[in-house]
């Protein structure tokens, strides 16, 4: 007999063909009912794993973080509700929802007490990362998600589990959200929980999506509009909790569609031969885009030409600004005429009582970009300690002249480099200059960040 020719769509269905490997269903819908359940040890576990990963949020310590995530058994009720939707049990649904709320309530207390104790309230980026959730966070939960239903419900479970557990990261957003509560930030709060919202959710969708894939046997109603209800109702939620972190999706692209369209144009409008921009910043609330050259002087028609191709990169509605480092210009010493009895003309007498005090000058001008230069590496250490992200920081007195107008400005320039690794935010960047106006005393300072490698 002729062997039969698949299609290559049958083909690749086989491949990805999960019922062969489903063990017993029984046996996972009481292994993820049994762990649904926050009482005695889980409950303690619980806690310690919060207080762990809180320590770990607090010193900036993803091994601490990890570990927590991984002993953590935060995940139980919401895989347990996921799998009561799909299987239409609403017992198992109603425990679940029950003993969620009793994790996330012992959750944030757990971390509210550690952050109000720990003498350590500074914000790390660690603690930082999960105060600003995207779509990006929703395509993690549901991949997460996915796997764990299928680690649970088939025969090799492997890691995948574990690997689950950190991917999804329930517990770092209710530690922030509890360090939020401790210091008083409404938007930490709002922002890690929403997180934490956003990871629920959506582990709950896959967990459903996976059990009705693997044709779990479903539970007969006794009132067919309560399924209709409850589909209905998880619709609804999902499109809610989409809206949010679509809107905030949305306003990280544009700025990164932004920061590329500035890296564009100083290549290509401000590449010029004996200068280097060491520095690019925009200034989305003034609507000011920020250079610092060092080097050769950037000319007034220079940058006039640059400012007309600024809308060939969208960036019309931003005024240019070049910050230009002074130039110590070399004085030259013409050579005195002599008289054939080599005597010094009256001439030469006032251009060296000329020179005398321009050397006067430049010795005090000197004095104050070492003043700064002395203040920076002072400050430095503590910088070390206070902001983690900041690998290096430089002072120094600057002039800026305004290319529209004939008018200039001196203040202080801080060149704050900053750990590509670590995240640094806006945030942070106002605590950074007001940390620096109160340590060094000065006002008019103005700060741009590089990326140091």
């Given at each position: 007999m002729a062997k039969q020719i698949r299609s290559p769509l049958s083909v690749i269905k086989g491949y990805f063909n999960a019922l062969p490997d489903k063990q017993r269903e029984q046996e996972t819908v009481e292994q993820i009912s049994k762990n649904a359940v926050f009482r005695g040890v889980s409950l303690w576990v619980l806690v310690f794993a919060i207080f762990i990963a809180s320590l770990g949020l607090n010193i900036n310590s993803q091994t601490a973080i990890i570990g927590a995530m991984l002993i953590s058994p935060m995940v139980g009720p919401i895989l347990g509700m996921g799998l009561a939707i799909g299987i239409n049990d609403l017992d198992l649904l109603k425990r679940s929802i029950?003993?969620?709320?009793?994790?996330?309530?012992?959750?944030?207390?757990?971390?509210?007490?550690?952050?109000?104790?720990?003498?350590?309230?500074?914000?790390?980026?660690?603690?930082?990362?999960?105060?600003?959730?995207?779509?990006?966070?929703?395509?993690?939960?549901?991949?997460?998600?996915?796997?764990?239903?299928?680690?649970?419900?088939?025969?090799?479970?492997?890691?995948?589990?574990?690997?689950?557990a950190i991917a999804t990261a329930l517990m770092p957003p209710l530690c922030t959200a509890g360090y939020g509560i401790a210091m008083g930030n409404i938007s930490y709060f709002?922002?890690?929980?929403?997180?934490?919202f956003i990871n629920?959710?959506?582990?709950?969708?896959?967990?459903?999506?996976?059990?009705?894939?693997?044709?779990?046997?479903?539970?007969?109603?006794?009132?067919?509009?309560?399924?209709?209800?409850?589909?209905?109702?998880?619709?609804?939620?999902?499109?809610?909790?989409?809206?949010?972190?679509?809107?905030?999706?949305?306003?990280?692209?544009?700025?990164?569609?932004?920061?590329?369209?500035?890296?564009?144009?100083?290549?290509?409008?401000?590449a010029f031969q004996g200068t280097e921009v060491i520095s690019q910043n925009l200034n989305t609330e003034k609507n000011t885009l920020n250079i610092v050259a060092v080097g050769k002087e950037i000319t007034e028609e220079a940058t006039n030409k640059a400012r007309e191709k600024m809308p060939y990169y969208n960036l019309d509605s931003y005024e240019l600004h070049i910050i230009q480092g002074t130039q110590a210009d070399s004085v030259l010493l013409a050579k005195k005429a002599r008289s054939k009895d080599g005597s010094v003309q009256k001439e030469n007498n006032e251009l060296l009582l000329k020179q005398s005090a321009e050397i006067h000058n430049l010795e005090s001008r000197l004095a104050s970009y070492t003043q700064y230069e002395t203040l920076g590496q002072e400050i430095s250490?503590?910088?070390?300690?206070?902001?983690?992200?900041?690998?290096?920081?430089?002072?120094?007195?600057?002039t800026e002249n305004k290319t529209s107008s004939d008018e200039a400005s001196s203040y202080v320039l801080g060149v704050v480099g900053l750990s590509p690794v670590l995240r640094f935010t806006n945030t942070d960047r106002e605590r950074l200059k007001n940390w620096l106006i109160a340590r060094t005393k000065i006002e008019d300072i103005k700060l741009v960040y590089i990326t140091r490698r």
């Open positions: 029950k003993n969620h709320l009793i994790s996330i309530v012992m959750s944030i207390l757990t971390a509210t007490l550690y952050f109000l104790i720990t003498p350590l309230t500074d914000a790390g980026s660690e603690l930082l990362a999960y105060t600003s959730p995207t779509l990006y966070d929703i395509l993690i939960a549901l991949g997460g998600g996915a796997a764990g239903i299928l680690a649970l419900a088939t025969k090799d479970k492997g890691n995948i589990i574990a690997g689950a709002l922002g890690a929980f929403y997180l934490y629920m959710v959506f582990i709950c969708l896959a967990t459903f999506i996976g059990v009705r894939m693997l044709r779990f046997k479903r539970k007969t109603l006794e009132d067919n509009t309560t399924e209709v209800k409850l589909h209905r109702s998880i619709i609804v939620i999902v499109i809610l909790t989409l809206l949010p972190a679509s809107y905030l999706t949305y306003d990280i692209i544009q700025k990164s569609i932004l920061n590329s369209n500035v890296t564009k144009f100083v290549k290509k409008e401000l250490k503590e910088i070390k300690i206070l902001f983690p992200a900041v690998k290096s920081i430089s002072l120094s007195s600057t």
